[in-house]
């Protein structure tokens, strides 16, 4: 049984000619979509991203993270926001974070592309409660809802798997090795995307694409168990 959960790999390079190359090495590993990590770049802009995602010419997530969540953009949020906007034709999805101006977020679904909605917390795992609310949250913004949080202890990890079994469109990562499981058993929920990687490691706990492809597609574990 193949899982219809598309592995995303994430690309955080300097410059064009490192990012297209890792592009290429991603998707003969057998990537279903990039994640291009602008902030990631060295001084990006609009004319330099649009013509890397032209050239790599291949399902893309645009992504700009805020510094407050684990990003390395050092412009303004307007110009962090500009960016996405100015490629909105070109990616395959944006994601965006929650935190960010409501106009800005606005900015970026006027353009009608699909969006993805996220948060981010490298610290803990808030309660069930509250990560309930962020994603409904998301929800009401976006297509896909992302939570990617950090466990403390194992019973943070059944936290994530709570949302997963709750929400549909849904992205939910516990970091770290304690949560590397969830990684993968995010496809036995229909998780529209997992997070694995071919060089560039860009979360804690993250799996190599060659192990997450033997994974996905592995019975080890049953979806009719995960449901009694």
């Known amino acids: 049984?193949?899982?219809?959960?598309?592995i995303a790999?994430?690309?955080f390079q300097k410059d064009k000619e490192s990012i297209l190359e890792v592009a290429k090495d991603c998707i003969i590993k057998g990537a279903d979509?990039?994640?291009?990590?602008i902030d990631g770049m060295e001084n990006p802009n609009p004319t330099i991203v649009r013509e890397i995602l032209e050239e790599i010419n291949f399902p893309t997530i645009a992504t700009n993270r805020i510094a407050s969540e684990g990003g390395s953009f050092k412009g303004s949020e307007e110009d962090r926001i500009q960016i996405l906007q100015e490629c909105a034709d070109i990616a395959d999805?944006?994601?965006?974070e929650l935190q960010t101006d409501k106009k800005l977020?606005?900015?970026?679904?006027?353009t009608g592309v699909k969006t993805i909605i996220s948060y981010h917390n490298f610290k803990q795992t808030p309660s069930l409660d509250f990560l309930s609310d962020i994603v409904y949250q998301e929800k009401e913004i976006g297509d896909i809802a992302k939570i990617a949080v950090m466990p403390n202890k194992l019973e943070d990890t059944l936290t994530i798997l709570a949302i997963l079994s709750h929400f549909d469109?849904?992205?939910?990562?516990?970091?770290g090795e304690l949560g590397s499981y969830t990684r993968v058993i995010a496809s036995k929920f229909n998780a529209p995307f997992t997070f694995a990687v071919a060089n560039d490691v860009t979360a804690p706990g993250q799996i190599d694409i060659d192990t997450m492809k033997v994974l996905l597609n592995s019975d080890l574990i049953n979806p009719e168990d995960l449901e009694q």
């Open 1 to 6: 049984m193949y899982s219809d959960t598309k």
């Open 9 to 11: 790999i994430p690309i």
């Open 33 to 37: 979509i990039l994640e291009l990590r």
């Open 93 to 96: 999805f944006i994601d965006v």
């Open 105 to 110: 977020i606005e900015s970026i679904t006027d």
């Open 169 to 175: 469109n849904t992205v939910a990562i516990s970091m």
